[in-house]
């Protein structure tokens, strides 16, 4: 018995090794085509003679991200930016709760408003970025506001639908021990739709980016939208690219933190 | 009531379709039009009274009013076309290329390792941000709203076509390979029609998407298209003008959806 737990044991130990190893060979293989990557970008832009006002190549780009970063409008366009969507998405996550838990367990609410959620969700809502700008001028409000209609839909149906497949039996179970609507609410209902919450908050972190952007497009005093299109329309295209990394950069660290959240607090689901 | 005069009552509704049966059973036919109309009529009077701003929050009735302005332009119908037919030319481009790809990725599993991180990292990246790059590249036309809308939808096809592709059963696959039948047998009767319900849901969110690339690109510059409208007339302080051209935008975006929706209908009308 000692002796098949111990070959148990090393060949465990072994299995645990060759995965390892396995990841840091494929992480090196990533890392290889990676580098690849950007070696044929180099060469191509070099050999091929392009531009860099129409693409510019990896060192053009690198050093206007140094440069951009070290900017003194830098910190401050990228925190106006990062808030804005930031604002936008919590908001939309309150409201977007309250309003998910109030749909999914009243019926006649939840039918009633049915036809607006899906027309309003099929529309495209970025379009609304002018009115808003002409609504609460050219400050952050704006773009939070938008930020926040383009996340909210997303966030909502969610939740309505987390609401919505909760087991009729366990609330049947509930009631029978005499919980009250209350208590069915906050112990049942709303810890069971967490996981879809958070399904709705991954895909719509991204949007209230968006949101954010556009809003800064459409006017705006400071953020990266706005920096993006200055840029864009002075031709300084490394500086434009520089920007999308930083751009690209802000999304993922977000999406992160909404992943993170989502196994704090929904951690029994997988 | 005993259960059996429960269960009476309720088959009797559910037979005799009474206006108040109707009502009970669905009562949103009743409800939301009501909504609708109240949420309509306080907005109304709020801005007639002066209560909001009627300079910044137009009231409805001016709008609609604008709106049937914009109607009787013929100038109107050139703009709706220009921004339809970026969204279209955007969307079939990249449904061409993300369905490619998605074949490409899904038949071979080192391909589909190696691109897969690539992949991810473009569909957290806001796309709208590649306005200035695709207007650096092609100009003032029409060329940069269709590569923004193809851009912007293209993610939306490709997940969707891998997940339709990876749900084909491994077995049906090995039973089309021990009938013999060929690649392209295999493609033609098996993987695409299978994986065509998730496709079409792919191509619905996709459609929405486009449209929005090229608006949005219009919003940047333009020369014509219903973002550009919708930009010049809050720069003129048409506000009436301006709500009407983005209630425009979204009866189009609605009207775009419904063609995809249909035609999704007719194509796996052999699903249940």
Request: charged share 15%; aromatic share 10%; proline share 4%.
């Given at each position: 018995?000692?002796?098949?737990?111990?070959t148990n044991d090393r060949s465990r130990a072994r299995g645990v090794l060759s995965a390892a190893a396995r990841g840091t060979g494929t992480m090196l293989c990533h890392g290889l085509v990676f580098a690849a990557l950007i070696g044929l970008w180099a060469w191509a832009t070099r050999a091929g003679g392009v531009r860099s006002v129409v693409v510019p190549g990896p060192g053009d780009v690198f050093s206007a991200l140094r440069d951009v970063v070290q900017a003194r409008w830098f910190a401050e366009a990228l925190l106006t930016t990062t808030t804005e969507a930031a604002l936008g998405l919590t908001l939309a996550a309150a409201v977007g709760v309250g309003a998910g838990l109030a749909i999914g367990s009243f019926v006649v609410a939840g039918r009633a408003v049915q036809p607006f959620i899906v027309a309003l969700q099929v529309m495209p809502s970025v379009v609304l970025a002018p009115i808003f700008f002409v609504w609460l001028g050219s400050g952050m409000a704006a773009k939070v506001l938008l930020a926040f209609v383009i996340s909210f839909f997303?966030?909502?149906?969610?939740?309505?639908?987390?609401?919505?497949?909760?087991?009729?039996?366990?609330?049947?179970?509930?009631?029978?021990?005499?919980?009250?609507?209350?208590?069915?609410?906050?112990?049942?209902?709303?810890?069971?739709?967490?996981?879809?919450?958070?399904?709705?908050?991954?895909?719509?972190?991204?949007?209230?980016?968006?949101?954010?952007?556009?809003?800064?497009?459409?006017?705006?005093?400071?953020?990266?939208?706005?920096?993006?299109?200055?840029?864009?329309?002075?031709?300084?295209?490394?500086?434009?690219?520089?920007?999308?990394?930083?751009?690209?950069?802000?999304?993922?660290?977000?999406?992160?933190?909404?992943?993170?959240?989502?196994?704090?607090?929904?951690?029994?689901?997988? | 009531?005993?259960?059996?005069?429960?269960?009476?009552?309720?088959?009797?509704?559910?037979?005799?379709?009474?206006?108040?049966?109707?009502?009970?059973?669905?009562?949103?036919?009743?409800?939301?039009?009501?909504?609708?109309?109240?949420?309509?009529?306080?907005?109304?009077?709020?801005?007639?009274?002066?209560?909001?701003?009627?300079?910044?929050?137009?009231?409805?009735?001016?709008?609609?009013?604008?709106?049937?302005?914009?109607?009787?332009?013929?100038?109107?119908?050139?703009?709706?076309?220009?921004?339809?037919?970026?969204?279209?030319?955007?969307?079939?481009?990249?449904?061409?290329?993300?369905?490619?790809?998605?074949?490409?990725?899904?038949?071979?599993?080192?391909?589909?390792?190696?691109?897969?991180?690539?992949?991810?990292?473009?569909?957290?990246?806001?796309?709208?941000?590649?306005?200035?790059?695709?207007?650096?590249?092609?100009?003032?036309?029409?060329?940069?709203?269709?590569?923004?809308?193809?851009?912007?939808?293209?993610?939306?096809?490709?997940?969707?076509?891998?997940?339709?592709?990876?749900?084909?059963?491994?077995?049906?696959?090995?039973?089309?390979?021990?009938?013999?039948?060929?690649?392209?047998?295999?493609?033609?009767?098996?993987?695409?029609?299978?994986?065509?319900?998730?496709?079409?849901?792919?191509?619905?969110?996709?459609?929405?998407?486009?449209?929005?690339?090229?608006?949005?690109?219009?919003?940047?510059?333009?020369?014509?298209?219903?973002?550009?409208?919708?930009?010049?007339?809050?720069?003129?302080?048409?506000?009436?003008?301006?709500?009407?051209?983005?209630?425009?935008?979204?009866?189009?975006?609605?009207?775009?959806?419904?063609?995809?929706?249909?035609?999704?209908?007719?194509?796996?009308?052999?699903?249940?």
């Amino acid at each position: 018995m000692t002796a098949t737990a111990a070959t148990n044991d090393r060949s465990r130990a072994r299995g645990v090794l060759s995965a390892a190893a396995r990841g840091t060979g494929t992480m090196l293989c990533h890392g290889l085509v990676f580098a690849a990557l950007i070696g044929l970008w180099a060469w191509a832009t070099r050999a091929g003679g392009v531009r860099s006002v129409v693409v510019p190549g990896p060192g053009d780009v690198f050093s206007a991200l140094r440069d951009v970063v070290q900017a003194r409008w830098f910190a401050e366009a990228l925190l106006t930016t990062t808030t804005e969507a930031a604002l936008g998405l919590t908001l939309a996550a309150a409201v977007g709760v309250g309003a998910g838990l109030a749909i999914g367990s009243f019926v006649v609410a939840g039918r009633a408003v049915q036809p607006f959620i899906v027309a309003l969700q099929v529309m495209p809502s970025v379009v609304l970025a002018p009115i808003f700008f002409v609504w609460l001028g050219s400050g952050m409000a704006a773009k939070v506001l938008l930020a926040f209609v383009i996340s909210f839909f997303v966030v909502l149906v969610n939740v309505v639908e987390g609401v919505r497949q909760v087991p009729v039996n366990s609330i049947m179970l509930m009631r029978s021990l005499d919980a009250s609507r209350w208590r069915i609410l906050t112990t049942l209902t709303f810890p069971s739709m967490l996981p879809f919450l958070f399904a709705g908050l991954r895909t719509s972190v991204t949007l209230a980016l968006v949101g954010a952007l556009v809003g800064e497009f459409v006017g705006a005093r400071a953020g990266l939208g706005m920096k993006l299109l200055e840029f864009g329309f002075a031709l300084k295209t490394p500086e434009v690219w520089a920007l999308l990394v930083v751009i690209g950069a802000t999304g993922l660290v977000l999406y992160g933190l909404v992943a993170l959240l989502d196994r704090r607090f929904a951690w029994w689901q997988a | 009531m005993t259960a059996t005069a429960l269960k009476g009552s309720l088959a009797e509704s559910a037979q005799l379709p009474t206006r108040r049966g109707l009502l009970r059973r669905r009562p949103e036919l009743f409800v939301s039009p009501v909504l609708f109309v109240v949420a309509i009529g306080v907005w109304e009077a709020a801005t007639t009274s002066e209560l909001l701003p009627s300079l910044v929050f137009s009231p409805p009735s001016d709008i609609a009013s604008a709106f049937v302005r914009l109607l009787g332009e013929s100038w109107f119908y050139e703009d709706v076309w220009v921004t339809t037919y970026e969204t279209l030319v955007g969307f079939g481009l990249a449904t061409v290329t993300a369905m490619v790809l998605a074949v490409a990725v899904t038949r071979s599993p080192l391909v589909r390792r190696f691109a897969l991180p690539y992949i991810v990292f473009f569909q957290v990246l806001p796309k709208v941000v590649l306005a200035p790059v695709f207007i650096a590249w092609l100009g003032f036309g029409l060329g940069p709203k269709i590569l923004l809308a193809a851009a912007i939808s293209f993610f939306a096809v490709l997940s969707n076509t891998i997940k339709g592709i990876e749900q084909v059963p491994e077995n049906a696959v090995r039973l089309m390979r021990s009938l013999d039948a060929s690649s392209t047998q295999t493609y033609r009767m098996l993987v695409f029609p299978s994986a065509l319900p998730y496709v079409l849901a792919g191509l619905r969110a996709a459609m929405t998407l486009s449209l929005i690339g090229a608006v949005v690109a219009e919003f940047v510059t333009a020369r014509r298209g219903m973002g550009r409208l919708v930009t010049t007339f809050s720069a003129n302080f048409q506000r009436e003008e301006m709500w009407a051209a983005t209630i425009a935008i979204g009866i189009l975006g609605l009207l775009l959806y419904g063609s995809i929706a249909v035609l999704g209908r007719l194509l796996v009308r052999w699903r249940p």
